[in-house]
């Protein structure tokens, strides 16, 4: 049998359980992974049922879209669009037993396991520990999709590869320090050492790579172009970072937003 050239793209056919198959739709809006990549629609399913339900948990709510999932799907033979309605139903009536909410009302259920407006700040900062993990998933996924297409690049050096994800951390646990969250044994300014050096390590990703790989030129471009370039990048990578991780605090807020609306 002869071998399938490297330039042909093989076409990629999306396979899932019943209980995720749904979000594919959602998946195809950003675009279809490519046959050799990881197929990420079981993380967009729990990542999205999760937020969902955790900014808009409610029981009595939860059920009206669960129930207009299951109207969508059985009589107007939209599969797609009912499957994720009545799952982020589902996720909503879950949270909804959590909080203590049915249909705005906090008496109904006795013992939820936590009221958001009575604990606000574990609202919030639970917010921000979701986009932790969820960054961090996301990182590792990349990882998992550039072993295998051997992309030593941004596999390895880049800010969502190996040397990111250790600057990731090296930052979260440098700010958990800080405001004495946690008690390092290790000073500080180790940890401000080793972050400059995986800065450069990210910034210097090209032609490290290309000595591994023992490819030349070490650069795809001119060198004082690369480095223009990836300078601005690493001011990116300083930026969106922790930025984007506090962005998640919108979870919470949201959640906070739903309860204070019915009150």
């Known amino acids: 049998q002869e071998e399938v050239s490297k330039d042909i793209v093989p076409p990629t056919r999306l396979k899932n359980n019943w209980f995720v198959r749904p979000f594919e739709s959602i998946v195809r809006m950003y675009g279809t992974p ?3 990549e990881l197929d990420p629609t079981w993380f967009v399913a729990i990542t999205y049922m999760f937020m969902f339900g955790y900014m808009f948990g409610d029981v009595g709510q939860g059920a009206v879209f669960f129930i207009a999932g299951i109207i969508l799907t059985r009589l107007f033979r ?8 009545s799952r982020i139903g589902a996720s909503s009536m879950i949270f909804g037993v959590l909080f203590g909410s049915v249909f705005g009302n906090e008496e109904i259920i006795s013992h939820p396991l936590i009221r958001p407006m009575d604990n606000i700040n574990i609202v919030l900062l639970f917010g921000i520990a979701v986009g932790v993990i969820f960054t961090t998933v996301s990182i590792i996924l990349n990882l998992v999709n550039s072993a295998k297409s051997h992309d030593v690049e941004d596999g ?3 800010k ?3 040397v990111g994800l250790i600057f990731y951390w090296t930052i979260l646990i440098t700010a958990l320090d800080m405001f004495n969250v946690i008690k390092l044994p290790i000073p500080l300014p180790a940890f401000y050492t080793s972050l400059c050096i995986m ?6 990703k090209q032609p490290l790579a290309n000595i591994i790989k023992g490819k030349k030129p070490l650069y795809n471009e001119s060198p004082g172009d690369y480095y223009v370039e990836g300078g601005f990048g690493m001011l990116e990578t300083l930026i969106s970072m922790l930025s984007n991780t506090i962005s998640f605090i919108r979870i919470g807020a949201f959640a906070l937003n739903h309860v204070g609306l019915f009150i």
């Not at 939209?78 to 309605?85: A, E, S």
């Open 160 to 162: 969502n590869g190996l």
């Open 199 to 204: 800065l450069v390590l990210m910034l210097i």
């Open 156 to 158: 390895v050096f880049g």
């Open 34 to 36: 490519s046959y050799n």
């Open 78 to 85: 939209r599969p797609n669009l009912g499957g994720v309605f």
